[in-house]
């Protein structure tokens, strides 16, 4: 079975603190995405990347960035924390972009910024 | 950009049949999934069709694509409360995955 594995379930920071959000998968899988999900909002893509240290920018970028050193690690970065950045982070990954794409996703990080 | 809608709640109670319902943009789509997320965990894949298809069984679950109005569902026989989740219709993009809002099923005994 595919496992992603998002390294914390629940994080506290404060306000002005760099956030990491670390995801690790073990199928080796190209492609790997990380969202943000909110109430009534449904899951956003904040970024993604097809290769090893390769990224691309999603629909809601600002105040993010990411890197991929490694294949299996996709890790999420807030420069700044902000209380808007309060969320449901989840990270996903899958195969390649042909065939049926199937996307795997991790158990989530609930991120509060205080 | 494209665009996945579906409505935000639906209730039924315990042995009925519960739809749930989802429209999207992008005639081009090959894979249409639907996922499920149950209460403080991540997205589970239930099933996808491939756009050849107009419907796909798979035990419980009915999936119904409608390509000339865009339309998907997902049909879920004697629902249970163990179904009651956050559904997720998604269409494939490229090497991404555009996803709807979210249904919230919940099911009374």
């Known amino acids: 079975d595919v496992k992603v594995t998002q390294s914390s379930r629940y994080l506290v920071k404060r306000t002005g603190e760099k956030v990491f959000l670390e995801c690790v998968q073990d199928m080796d899988h190209e492609n790997m995405f990380w969202y943000r999900q909110d109430p009534g909002l449904g899951l956003r893509l904040i970024y993604f990347s097809y290769d090893v240290k390769m990224k691309e920018k999603g629909d809601i970028p600002e105040g993010y960035s990411v890197s991929r050193e490694k294949k299996e690690r996709f890790s999420l970065i807030l420069e700044s924390a902000s209380t808007n950045q309060t969320s449901m982070y989840l990270c996903?990954?899958?195969?390649?972009?042909?065939?049926?794409?199937?996307?795997?996703f991790g158990a989530g990080t609930r991120l509060s910024v205080l | 950009g494209e665009d996945v809608e579906q409505s935000l709640f639906l209730s039924v109670r315990e042995g009925d049949s519960s739809v749930i319902n989802c429209t999207y943009t992008?005639?081009?789509?090959?894979?249409l999934y639907w996922y499920k997320q149950e209460p403080g965990a991540g997205l589970q894949l239930l099933t996808y069709i491939f756009s050849n298809m107009d419907m796909k069984q798979d035990q419980r679950l009915t999936v119904l694509l409608n390509k000339k109005d865009k339309h998907l569902s997902l049909r879920i026989a004697d629902t249970q409360t163990g179904d009651s989740a956050i559904y997720f219709c998604?269409?494939?993009?490229?090497?991404?995955?555009?996803f709807g809002q979210g249904t919230e099923l919940s099911v009374k005994p």
């Open positions: 998604a269409e494939k993009e490229g090497g991404k995955l555009i």
């Open positions: 992008d005639s081009s789509s090959t894979y």
């Open positions: 996903a990954s899958s195969l390649g972009e042909t065939g049926s794409n199937i996307q795997y």
